[in-house]
C-alpha cells in the first residue's frame, strides 16, 4: 500500500531537502510542485499565478492516483505547495480516501533568521522564482492552521536530526 506524504511548511524550512533525504531512506517518489511548473510552463510561461499551482498539484494528485493504484511506489512525498490553506490540504485527503490511499501530514517550522538565510543561499539554484523571504511573510500572516493529525518538525539545526522522528512516523503509520 502507497502513503502519501504531504510536506507543509513555508519556503525555506526544508521540505524539498527532507522529501529527498527521506525517498533515500524509505524509497518512493517526490513529486515536486515546482518541478512540475518548471516542466509544464518553462521560462516566461511561469507565473506563479494560484491557477497555475493548482494545475500543477492537479498533475501531481493525477501521477499520485496511477503510481498508488499500481503499487509502483511505497510512499509519494507530496513537495513544493505549503498547504497553508485548508482546502489545499482537504483536496488531497479527499482524494487520498477516494482511492483508499492512507495519507500522513509533517508540518515542518523553522526559525526566521535560518529561513531568511536558507532562501538567500539557495535562491539561483531553486526552480520556484518567487520563492524569496517577502512570499514567506506573505504566506505566514495568512497561514491556515493544519487540524488534521500530523507530525510537528523543527528543522532550525537542519533536517538531518528529524530524519528518525519522521522515519517512525511514517512506518508506524503503515497499515
Known amino acids: 500500500m502507497t502513503t502519501w506524504v504531504l510536506l507543509a511548511g513555508l519556503p525555506g524550512t526544508g521540505k524539498s531537502t527532507l522529501a529527498r533525504k527521506l525517498q533515500e531512506k524509505l524509497g518512493g517518489v517526490v513529486l515536486d510542485k515546482d ?18 499551482d493548482d ?39 479527499r482524494i487520498a480516501q477516494q482511492f483508499g490511499v492512507a495519507w500522513r501530514i509533517v508540518l515542518l517550522q523553522c526559525a526566521e533568521g535560518v529561513v531568511m538565510e536558507r532562501l538567500g543561499k539557495s535562491a539561483a539554484e531553486h526552480p520556484a522564482g518567487n520563492r524569496n523571504f517577502a512570499l514567506y511573510q506573505q504566506l505566514k500572516t495568512s497561514f491556515e492552521a ?30
Open 55 to 93: 494545475l500543477c498539484m492537479q498533475a501531481i494528485l493525477e501521477a499520485a492516483i496511477y503510481l498508488s493504484q499500481r503499487n509502483r511506489a511505497p510512499y509519494i512525498f507530496l513537495d513544493g505547495r505549503t498547504f497553508s490553506r485548508r482546502q489545499q490540504v482537504e483536496d488531497v485527503l
Open 146 to 175: 493544519i487540524t488534521y493529525p500530523r507530525l510537528d518538525v523543527d528543522t532550525t539545526k537542519g533536517v538531518d536530526g528529524a530524519i528518525e522522528d519522521v522515519t517512525r512516523y511514517l512506518t508506524g503509520a503503515r497499515r
Open 35 to 52: 518541478r512540475v511548473r518548471e516542466a509544464l510552463f518553462p521560462g516566461t510561461m511561469t507565473d506563479y499565478s494560484r491557477e497555475q
